[in-house]
């Protein structure tokens, strides 16, 4: 027998709520798990702390880990711009404000990787390994590129801020959505601006390092509850 096309419900974007946040979480959780093997110690110590990261053997490994999670957590926001789809105006167009910027916070944490993971690394290693005459200029070239990505870092931080900024606001005028999770991920976007500006002003101060573990806490938190609400979406639609 054949079916009608024509009376069957088309999907709607709602539906792709659980693979967001799947893509959210698994993305944080990637990034946290890795950056617990990048090299440690004060980071605005530039003499002690680039020559740990010279002996440092598993650095270009820890920094592509570190791209990945970040790259399937701001898949999982532009999947999200997505679900916000079938809402009214304001809110469909806060979402795809937010998966543009999200773009960008991409765009800009490739960059900053690049830096970070690959010119910094080469630099600092050429310096560990230069002669006591070269020492001095290497060291000044090292510490060029640390400041660079101080601002690469600040800015990336800045656009990963206003893309979650954009997205709380969207959820909150989203009903079907508990609207905690906006609140939350609201909180967790002016942690991502805070690391901004003191990554901008100070570095890699202790300031930084604060803001982001409370960027991680928010982050999963925001994301948990986005997890469960999808989750329950799921079982109310199979029961419906």
Not at 2 to 31: D, H, K, M, V, W
Not at 41 to 55: L, M, R, V
Not at 126 to 153: N, V, Y
Not at 163 to 188: E, H, N, V
């Amino acid at each position: 027998m054949s079916t009608n096309r024509l009376t069957e419900p088309s999907p709607s974007p709602r539906n792709l709520l659980g693979f967001s946040s799947r893509l959210l979480l698994a993305g944080q959780i990637l990034y946290i798990a890795v950056t617990q093997f990048h090299a440690g110690g004060d980071a605005n110590d530039h003499h002690h702390i680039f020559a740990t990261y010279a002996e440092n053997a598993i650095w270009t490994a820890v920094h592509l880990g570190q791209f990945a999670g970040i790259a399937m957590l701001l898949a999982g926001l532009v999947t999200l711009s997505f679900v916000l789809d079938d809402e009214d105006g304001t809110a469909r167009w806060l979402g795809r404000v937010g998966g543009a910027v999200a773009v960008a916070a991409l765009a800009l944490y490739g960059a900053l990787q690049a830096v970070d993971g690959v010119a910094l690394k080469q630099a600092v290693n050429a310096w560990a390994s230069a002669p006591e005459t070269e020492k001095a200029a290497r060291f000044a070239g090292a510490e060029a590129i640390r400041w660079l990505e101080w601002g690469m870092r600040s800015y990336q931080d800045f656009a990963m801020g206003l893309a979650l900024l954009f997205f709380a606001a969207a959820l909150a005028r989203t009903a079907w959505i508990t609207r905690p999770a906006g609140w939350l991920m609201g909180l967790c976007g002016l942690a991502y601006l805070a690391q901004g500006w003191v990554a901008g002003t100070q570095g890699f101060a202790p300031a930084q390092s604060v803001a982001i573990v409370l960027s991680w806490v928010l982050g999963l938190a925001w994301m948990i509850w986005l997890a469960v609400a999808a989750r329950r979406r799921g079982a109310a639609s199979s029961a419906a």
